[in-house]
T-cell receptor, first 111, second 117 residues
Framework: QKEVEQNSGPLSVPEGAIASLNCTYS??????FFWYRQYSGKSPELIMS????GDKEDGRFTAQLNKASQYVSLLIRDSQPSDSATYLC???????????FGSGTQLTVLP | ETGVTQTPRHLVMGMTNKKSLKCEQH?????MYWYKQSAKKPLELMFV???????ENNSVPSRFSPECPNSSHLFLHLHTLQPEDSALYLC????????????????FGEGSRLTVL
């Protein structure tokens, strides 16, 4: 069973703090990893992708991948109330030709 | 035109009705997907089409019937649904997995919120 696991939260952080979102995956064949943000009532939108071990930074967002530990994380620096959303972790396996999603972590940034 | 468009955005139907959800993508992709999103559950992949051919049917009940007439359009025909089928149905598209340019990224439509009474 291919699975992607996330803490469902809710996770609350004060404005300006660092929000840390974590994800583990079970299939070692997973090759690409994604973080999607989903606002309430809206569809998921891609915010970060990562393909190799290490860190990838884009503005206030940093994705971290550790394939040995089968672990992916997303750090949001200087969190803003507009970052309040559900964050979905996803992993793709080329042989399966599909993306597997976690159940999401609900983040609330308190003003 | 925005990337992936879904209609209707909201649908209420009785268990004996027949309705259809429509999805259209303007991104030049060749793979299209239907996902179901229920509260507190992961996104559930329902169907995958690659170059109009169905490549995945994730054990979806026959009361859901997909149709993909071309690479830009995808339908989900609904018939004799159950209240537990109430959910957000999301359409997505991507480059074909065979294209050599697929990164795994999906582009989602805004979804169709379905309520079955």
């Amino acid at each position: 069973q291919k699975e992607v696991e996330q803490n469902s939260g809710p996770l609350s952080v004060p404005e300006g703090a660092i929000a840390s979102l974590n994800c583990t995956y079970s299939d070692r064949g997973s090759q690409s990893f994604f973080w999607y943000r989903q606002y309430s009532g809206k569809s998921p939108e891609l915010i970060m992708s990562i393909y190799s071990n290490g860190d990838k930074e884009d503005g206030r967002f940093t994705a971290q991948l550790n394939k040995a530990s089968q672990y992916v994380s997303l750090l949001i620096r200087d969190s803003q109330p507009s970052d309040s959303a559900t964050y979905l972790c996803a992993a793709s396996i080329w042989s399966a030709r599909q993306l597997t999603f976690g159940s999401g972590t609900q983040l609330t940034v308190l003003p | 035109e925005t990337g992936v468009t879904q209609t209707p955005r909201h649908l209420v139907m009785g268990m004996t009705n027949k309705k259809s959800l429509k999805c259209e993508q303007h991104l030049g992709h060749n793979a299209m997907y239907w996902y179901k999103q229920s509260a507190k559950k992961p996104l559930e992949l329902m169907f995958v089409y690659n170059f109009k051919e169905q490549t995945e049917n994730n054990s979806v009940p026959s009361r859901f019937s997909p149709e993909c007439p071309n690479s830009s359009h995808l339908f989900l025909h609904l018939h004799t649904l159950q209240p537990e089928d109430s959910a957000l149905y999301l359409c997505a598209s991507s480059h074909s997995w065979d294209s050599g340019v697929n990164t795994g990224e999906l582009f989602f439509g805004e979804g169709s919120r379905l309520t079955v009474l």
